[in-house]
């Protein structure tokens, strides 16, 4: 299956603490997003990693990559509240497929 | 600019009624999807389009489900007969090109329930 498993399903840390999501997939890939939901409406996109790169940052977000392993980790420095949301990862195979969604992981930053 | 739109925001709709629900991609998005979500699920494809055809519908759940992009721009999902079992949030996405490579630009969503 494309889809992939995002671990933890819920996660609750204190403001100012680091949160680590943990993505995992079965197929080969192409590339792989993250995205976050705020209140069940629309996702956003947060970051790509290609399946040659191994981490990327944006801000106070930084995403591994090891596709031996078949995983993908999301880690979120110097939590806020505003960082409440759901997280989502999206591997994808190839450029010809849409992206298909797990479940999520639903962080909760406590001020 | 603007981004993705979607109206109604929020539908009330009785069993076994027709609805339709609008898409505004991003202009020149040639890419565009549809997803439904239920409540503490990912979003669930539903069927994507690359211009004017359905490039996937293989997510859509049965035959009362149907959707259109008769101009490569706006997007219209139909629903009949509608059931309980309906009622979602149902949500509209865009990419430049297919999202394989891209990102998707998501709508608000519109909320569906049906009583």
């Known amino acids: 299956s494309q889809q992939g498993e995002e671990d933890p399903q819920a996660l609750s840390i204190q403001e100012g603490e680091n949160a680590t999501m943990n993505c995992s997939y079965k197929?080969?890939?192409?590339?792989l997003q993250w995205y976050r939901q705020n209140s069940g409406r629309g996702l956003v996109h947060l970051i790509l990693i290609r399946s040659n790169e191994r981490e990327k940052h944006s801000g106070r977000l930084r995403v591994t990559l090891d596709t031996s392993k078949k995983s993908s980790s999301l880690l979120i420095t110097a939590s806020r509240a505003a960082d409440t949301a759901s997280y989502f990862c999206?591997?994808?195979?190839?450029?010809?497929?849409?992206?298909?969604f797990g479940k999520g992981t639903r962080l909760s930053v406590i001020a | 600019g603007a981004g993705v739109s979607q109206t109604p925001s929020n539908k009330v709709t009785e069993k076994g009624k027709y609805v339709e629900l609008r898409c505004d991609p991003i202009s020149g998005h040639t890419a565009l999807y549809w997803y439904r979500q239920s409540l503490g699920q990912g979003p669930e494809f539903l069927i994507y389009f690359q211009g004017t055809g359905a490039a996937d519908d293989s997510g859509l759940p049965n035959d009362r489900f149907f959707a259109v992009r008769p101009e490569g721009s706006v997007s219209t999902l139909k629903i009949q007969r509608t059931e309980r079992g309906d009622s979602a949030v149902y949500l509209c996405?865009?990419?430049?090109?297919?999202?394989?490579?891209?990102?998707?630009?998501f709508g608000p969503g519109t909320r569906l329930t049906v009583l």
């Open positions: 999206a591997p994808s195979p190839s450029g010809n497929t849409p992206l298909v």
């Open positions: 197929t080969s890939i192409n590339n």
């Open positions: 996405a865009s990419s430049l090109r297919l999202a394989g490579n891209n990102e998707q630009f």
